[in-house]
């Protein structure tokens, strides 16, 4: 699908695809504005429920990489759940400048698309799958479908498999972490090849 300025952008992989991280963090590397003043990672969840550790693990792994220079909200540590996601989304529309939030969070859905990362513009509504009124939050969102939707939706998550949640997080923060290093690698490039530039024409 060719995406225009006027369209809302998705993408949509499987997180054992070949090649997911890279393509992924293509996707992720045109639409993150990585060179926002306020850009904030919001990693919806609880360590409470093995499939909506998604959001908490992301968080975590991306506190591993201790170079990613963004704000990371929601870890295993200290997850982004229901009982503080209001607060959290006051507090940063508080903020001098206007964050731009990338949300990231588990949901369900088909059988048959169990594993699947979405990425899409706008905010994602945490907490829909298992019918909580919680505020939308993100400019950008990411999903991962970690298990079967439509019938008792929270036992549902609290039985998931560690092992799909755990991979696709993982995935997750990967793909992340290359985009900003492309980013970061590509703005070092420019800058070089400007004052190459510079330099011939003195």
């Known amino acids: 699908m060719i995406i225009t300025s006027n369209q809302p952008f998705s993408h949509v992989l499987h997180y054992k695809e070949s ?4 393509r992924l963090s293509s ?24 499939g909506d550790a998604l959001g908490p693990l992301a968080g975590s792994f991306l506190n591993h990489y ?11 540590e200290k997850p ?13 529309a508080t903020h001098e400048t206007k964050p731009f ?15 699947e990362i979405i990425v899409h513009e706008g ?24 298990n079967i939707g439509g019938f008792m939706e929270h036992a549902v998550l609290q039985n998931t498999r560690l ?12 793909a992340l972490f290359l985009a900003w290093s492309r980013y970061s690698l590509k703005k070092v490039h420019d800058h070089n090849r400007d004052g190459h ?3 011939s024409r003195k």
């Not at 201790?66 to 295993?76: A, R």
């Not at 229901?82 to 940063?92: E, P």
């Not at 990338?102 to 594993?115: E, F, H, K, P, T």
């Not at 905010?123 to 970690?146: H, N, R, W």
């Open 19 to 22: 090649g997911a991280i890279w």
């Open 27 to 50: 996707f992720l590397l045109e639409h993150i504005p990585f060179h926002h003043e306020n850009l904030v990672f919001c990693c919806i969840g609880t360590d409470r429920s093995t």
């Open 66 to 76: 201790v170079s990613f220079p963004y704000e990371i909200i929601g870890t295993l």
């Open 80 to 92: 982004l759940h229901a009982l503080n996601l209001a607060d959290t989304v006051d507090t940063l």
């Open 101 to 115: 939030i990338v949300a990231i969070d588990a949901c369900l859905g088909s059988q048959q698309r169990i594993g």
């Open 123 to 146: 905010p994602l509504l945490p907490g829909k799958a298992v019918k909580k009124e919680l505020p939308p939050v993100g400019d950008m969102s990411i999903k991962g479908i970690v």
């Open 163 to 174: 092992h799909v949640t755990y991979e696709m997080s993982q995935q997750i923060s990967r």
């Open 197 to 199: 530039n510079e330099h």
